[in-house]
């Protein structure tokens, strides 16, 4: 029984039904567990995140978890990306020199901190497991990307980035705001830049969704 109490709990949030169903059948349903949909965009995933925070059983461990782009050269389509930081790339304000962030701003900030250790720990077991993964700057946007002079400028922005998605940072805000850590894991589906249906791989993706999740379950 007192194993039991002191088993940490972790709330997995995806955005949409099919990542929650490949993030289940991954975990196989173990009680340690929880997953909700918190929407589509950062507002839905903040307010989602938020409420079942306030509402539901104390967590250990919040993750936002589910498909992506990458970006071409840092993460590969199939691949899994762990990120290092989590960014609201289009947080800001536009001026005549370019974009500037929230930071640049002096307003707060558009990028939540991730415990690094937990990430290389979570990024290690992925690769041991045989999973093709790395760690990286997780971008999120209100729009995503839909052509290649868009993935350059935030490219050249955001050095580094690997990844982006819509929802990383909502999640992230809500967690960090009742002071409970929180990791981003994104299966990536297509490259970043021209938006072409025919290129996704959306079932490879969340096969290797299912497949970090039963990572999960031994790592965490």
Same mark, same amino acid.
């Given at each position: 029984?007192?194993? /039991?109490?002191? *088993?940490?709990?972790? %709330?997995?949030?995806? @955005? ?5 169903? /490949? ?27 938020? &409420?079942?925070? /306030?509402?539901? #059983? ?17 993460? #590969?389509?199939? @691949?899994?990306?762990?990120?290092? #930081? ?7 304000? *536009? ?18 901190? $991730? ?10 077991? %992925?690769? &041991?497991?045989? %999973?093709?993964? &790395?760690?990286?700057? $997780? ?8 052509? !290649? ?11 580094? =980035? =690997?990844? *982006? ?6 999640? !992230? ?8 850590? $929180? %990791? #981003?894991?994104?299966? $990536? ?11 996704? &791989?959306?079932?490879? /993706? ?15």
């Amino acid at each position: 029984m007192e194993a /039991a109490q002191n *088993e940490k709990r972790v %709330l997995i949030v995806t @955005s949409v039904e099919p990542e929650r169903v /490949a993030v289940l059948r991954g975990l196989r349903d173990d009680s340690r567990f929880t997953v909700r949909i918190g929407g589509v965009g950062p507002i839905a995933a903040a307010a989602s995140t938020a &409420r079942i925070l /306030a509402t539901e #059983e104390p967590f250990d461990l919040v993750i936002c978890a589910g498909i992506s782009g990458g970006f071409v050269d840092q993460a #590969e389509v199939g @691949s899994l990306v762990v990120a290092s #930081e989590i960014v609201c790339a289009d947080l800001g304000a *536009e001026t005549a020199e370019g974009f500037s962030s929230l930071d640049e701003l002096g307003f707060g900030s558009a990028s939540v901190p $991730v415990d690094q250790e937990l990430v290389a720990h979570v990024t290690d077991a %992925l690769q &041991r497991a045989g %999973l093709s993964a &790395r760690k990286g700057p $997780v971008l999120t946007l209100s729009t995503v990307t839909g052509t !290649a002079a868009t993935a350059l400028v935030l490219s050249k922005r955001m050095p580094g =980035a =690997a990844a *982006e998605a819509m929802e990383g940072y909502g999640v !992230a805000v809500a967690a960090q705001d009742v002071g409970v850590p $929180v %990791l #981003e894991i994104r299966a $990536v589906s297509n490259a970043i830049g021209p938006r072409d249906k025919s290129a996704w &791989r959306i079932k490879d /993706a969340l096969a290797a969704l299912e497949a970090a999740s039963s990572v999960l379950r031994e790592v965490l």
